[in-house]
T-cell receptor
């Protein structure tokens, strides 16, 4: 199993450009999450999904949109990138109620720089 | 969700036990204590979790006080590869997204 994968690994955008980050998991997990991590800080939740076709806002949702059209994929979109969105983005998935309950499995991250 | 308080940094000699404390004085009865760690530039990794009993797995031990207001993560024989930021998180089991604080930066020294 590949676990949680993220595409791309690195990206540089200019202010105002748009892009989509892709997260894929092959563990058949119901829940998926997008976090961002700024230097020296902990992770902050952007959006999450508790199942295919559902999404919910997290702590810092402004400037982002998400979609969960397929169970295995969770997309994070930036419609008009701003320098404040320069960060490392982590995707995670979990299967509540199975094994370690709320254990989340994280991807390797996407490093985004907005100039 | 209850908030946690952790020291910003700790050092530990290689081969010795690393004891990482966490205060969670406002934890509610149905909230678990989770520990994750993040090795430089990687995604966080689950370590262990518990409700009120002490827990042990192949990575670490978790000691939760009887009043559940604090806990300690123990890495019994720290190695250089254990150098990481360790996050203590309290959350309901299953349905609540995790809230990460700044964690404790553990440096294991040779």
């Amino acid at each position: 199993n590949a676990g949680v994968t993220q595409t791309p690994k690195f990206r540089v955008l200019k202010t105002g450009q748009s892009m989509t980050l892709l997260c894929a998991q092959d563990m058949n997990h119901e829940y998926m999450y997008w976090y961002r991590q700024d230097p020296g800080m902990g992770l902050r939740l952007i959006h999450y999904s508790v199942g295919e076709g559902t999404t919910a806002k997290g702590e810092v949702p402004d400037g982002y949109n998400v979609s969960r059209l397929k169970k295995q994929n969770f997309l994070l979109g930036l419609e008009s990138a701003a320098p404040s969105q320069t960060s490392v983005y982590f995707c995670a998935s979990s299967q509540p109620g199975q094994g370690s309950d709320n254990e989340q499995f994280f991807g390797p991250g996407t490093r985004l720089t907005v100039l | 969700d209850a908030k946690t308080t952790q020291p910003p940094s700790m050092d530990c000699a290689e081969g010795r036990a690393a004891n990482l404390p966490c205060n969670h004085s406002t934890i509610s009865g149905n909230e678990y204590v989770y520990w994750y760690r993040q090795i430089h530039s990687q995604g966080p990794q689950y370590i262990i979790h518990g409700l009120k009993n002490n827990e042990t797995n192949e990575m670490a031990s978790l000691i939760i006080t009887e009043d559940r207001k604090s806990s300690t993560l123990i890495l019994p024989h720290a190695t250089l590869r254990d150098t990481a930021v360790y996050y203590c998180i309290v959350a309901n089991s299953g349905n609540t997204p995790l809230v990460f604080g700044k964690g404790t930066r553990l440096s294991v020294i040779a």
